[in-house]
């Protein structure tokens, strides 16, 4: 069990950049379903927004309430606070978001991956977490000195320097 969810994962196959996301960087991430993977086990990232949640008095899978549903689309933490306050019946959180900000089966990650990084001691960077189907690397919330940036664009990214890391293939500061 990995922050609190008890679903596997399972190897596949998968190439970075993938051969049907555009590479030129100005094009951005799709906003629904898988848009990278993390370096420790190559868990599937998603973006911040759920595929949605039907009404288990009509349509059973996926749900987690009679009397309410999450639109596909939704950002996630939206729509689970939406059912709380929404529903019927008591919430079914099966499928909500564990401690490490992933769920269901096979497992991927939707919200901050916290369970995958830590911000480095001499910079106060997040390390490198994962790879986008792009190609660009996916890192945490912390930009220096272990606070968030403040120039994020409408998609919480921005451009700027990253710590080297040769693990990982950061071998310069880019900019």
């Not at 196959?13 to 086990?41: E, H, K």
């Not at 909500?96 to 990650?109: K, N, R, T, V, W």
């Amino acid at each position: 069990s990995v922050g609190g969810n008890n679903n596997l994962a399972f190897c596949q196959s998968q190439s970075i950049p993938a051969p049907n996301v555009p590479l030129d960087g100005a094009s951005g991430i799709r906003t629904l379903g898988r848009i990278g993977l993390t370096l420790s086990g190559g868990v599937n990232i998603y973006s911040p927004f759920e595929a949605g949640f039907n009404d288990c008095a009509t349509d059973p899978m996926p749900c987690a309430c009679d009397g309410a549903s999450c639109q596909s689309g939704l950002d996630v933490r939206t729509c689970e606070e939406h059912l709380f306050h929404a529903c019927d019946t008591a919430v079914n959180t099966r499928l909500f978001m564990d401690s490490c900000g992933g769920h269901a089966y096979p497992y991927h990650i939707h919200t901050d991956p916290v369970c995958n990084y830590e911000s480095d001691a001499d910079t106060g960077h997040s390390s490198l977490l994962g790879v986008g189907l792009d190609g660009f690397g996916i890192y945490g919330k912390f930009e220096s000195n272990s606070k968030r940036p403040c120039d994020l664009d409408a998609c919480h990214g921005h451009v700027g320097p990253v710590p080297i890391d040769d693990e990982h293939g950061v071998t310069g500061v880019a900019s």
